[in-house]
């Protein structure tokens, strides 16, 4: 029975010595995440059941990586959760998972508090005396290991929801196991290499670094927070600790090349840059390209609910101004298919469809939302495949070309990417109307500048809505340009007509 400690525990055999994480403060060998890590199953083994959430509010380093397999060697899976959340939207985080077990620090425990939380909660940061195993000890993970499986439930993800309420990607230990396994392969990354983790744990790029470091013997580079306000010292730490893989979002890697951080340091030892999450803007890549010859760029792209992505394409030539990247070609045990708007499938080039992805490492759902699971999950018939199968629809709009790579076009419905987020503006809206100020709301992403844009009707001026959003969103789903206006602006149809105040607010 495969399970995703067997690889900890067979890389920790391998290379007990070697550094597994390094979060710039403290490293762990493997040996001693291992150890880590088991000494907080047992702690966790009393405290909740098998295949219940635990959650941890706070910023990733390699202590929390050492409690996530904690977690895992319970029989539980773990669910990271951003300190910076807004204090209503924890609440919507909490009710949706019910856990009764939340890991966090003495800085954070107040929030739990103030969110209404009443479970058990586990402080990091509070000092502990950790014996060594005993026999006894280990027989009691390993009698609980003995009820684990491989569909078992590894974590989950938040992600923005239309309804306001935001829904969690419920991802299995085989998923992981089966896009790890295609991912580490199909880029080579092996025990020779320093991964440098750009994304937050509760961002799905981070699953690509944890497990790829996990079941090569790699070492894991926490590259932290911090760093990225300050894009010198950022170059500094990638060239000090001599990264050799990169997996981050778009916008990170655009944050140093906008700012002429490549003409300050580059890092010479990333033998490869790979980038999702949003459109790669071809200026940019052609800056990284031209700073770093020899190494190989990817761009990836995937959804969280098929385990991180499906296509990938390699960069192996400069793009011109007015030119797209390729999403590129499905990753080996899924199929990546398109279906107009009645169901039937596209297959001449240049059409545009819904991505749809079949195969290997689609997620369980959305953990304790069978509507949203029920309407995104769907059974039908893919492309190659024989009978009904179990696919995932993205919302995403594609075309293949005559290259035969997938292009990504956007998307189908009001769920936009911004800031390498998943944004459902109908979660914005939401928030806007709980304002006691604001009667009408509309709130449209303009792509040309990047932007989202929020307009209102009411008599709240436009900072104290902007101020008060702060109470309930994130701050990268917080509109850059709010406006009041007198009346909102309806179609034939009755509805707000949104083209109508795109086009006003250019």
């Not at 300190?83 to 856990?99: A, F, G, H, N, Y």
């Not at 990091?124 to 009691?140: F, G, M, W």
């Not at 990284?288 to 992505?309: D, H, R, V």
Request: charged fraction near 30%; include cysteine; charge should be negative.
């Amino acid at each position: 029975m495969d399970n995703i400690l067997k690889y900890l525990e067979k890389t920790a055999e391998r290379f007990p010595d070697k550094t597994a994480v390094d979060d710039g403060t403290v490293q762990f060998t493997y040996q001693e995440l291992l150890d880590k890590a088991r000494h907080f199953g047992l702690y966790f083994l009393d405290k909740t059941m098998p295949g219940r959430p635990v959650a941890i509010l706070r910023e990733k380093s390699s202590e929390v990586l050492a409690a996530m397999f904690g977690i895992v060697y319970a029989g539980c899976f773990y669910v990271m959760i951003d300190p910076e959340q807004p204090l209503e939207r924890l609440k919507d985080i909490l009710s949706v998972l019910k856990t009764d077990l939340v890991l966090t620090d003495s800085t954070y425990k107040n929030q739990l508090e103030d969110a209404g939380y009443q479970g058990e909660i586990y402080l990091l940061d509070q000092e502990r005396t950790e014996a060594s195993l005993t026999e006894q000890d280990v027989e009691k993970l390993m009698e609980r290991r003995s009820t684990a499986d491989s569909t078992d439930l590894l974590y989950g993800i938040f992600t923005s929801g239309s309804t306001g309420k935001p829904k969690c990607v419920a991802v299995s230990q085989q998923a992981v196991i089966d896009f790890i396994g295609h991912f580490t392969k199909q880029f080579e990354i092996t025990d020779q290499d320093r991964i440098a983790n750009q994304a937050p744990f509760d961002f799905d790029v981070s699953v690509k670094d944890i497990y790829s470091a996990i079941t090569t013997g790699a070492t894991l580079v926490l590259v932290p927070k911090r760093l990225f306000s300050l894009p010198p010292r950022l170059l500094d730490y990638l060239c000090d600790k001599k990264v050799t893989v990169m997996v981050w979002a778009v916008s990170a890697l655009c944050l140093i090349s906008s700012l002429k951080g490549l003409k300050y340091k580059i890092p010479e030892d990333a033998r490869i840059i790979m980038f999702s999450g949003e459109v790669m803007p071809v200026k940019q890549m052609r800056l990284w390209q031209q700073a770093l010859p020899q190494t190989k760029f990817i761009n990836l792209y995937g959804p969280s609910e098929i385990t991180c992505n499906c296509t990938w394409y390699p960069v192996e030539r400069e793009f011109q101004d007015g030119e797209v990247i390729p999403a590129g070609r499905a990753f080996d045990g899924r199929t990546v298919f398109l279906l107009d708007e009645t169901g039937a499938d596209i297959t001449e080039s240049g059409k545009t469809g819904e991505i749809c992805v079949a195969g290997e490492s689609l997620a369980d759902g959305y953990y304790h939302n069978e509507e949203e699971t029920a309407r995104r999950f769907v059974t039908g018939a893919v492309p190659g495949e024989t009978g009904n199968t179990r696919f995932y629809r993205t919302g995403d709009l594609g075309y293949f070309g005559e290259d035969e790579n997938l292009y990504f076009a956007g998307r189908k419905d009001f769920q936009i990417k911004h800031m390498g987020h998943r944004i459902e503006l109908e979660e914005i809206e939401r928030a806007f109307e709980k304002l006691d100020g604001v009667s009408r709301c509309c709130c449209l992403f303009d792509t040309k500048r990047n932007k989202l844009l929020g307009f209102y009707t009411g008599d709240m001026d436009e900072k104290e809505v902007h101020q008060e959003l702060k109470r309930f969103l994130p701050i990268y789903m917080i509109p850059a340009k709010i406006r009041r206006i007198e009346e909102m602006p309806l179609n034939k149809n009755g509805k707000i007509d949104r083209k109508y105040l795109t086009q006003e607010w250019s």
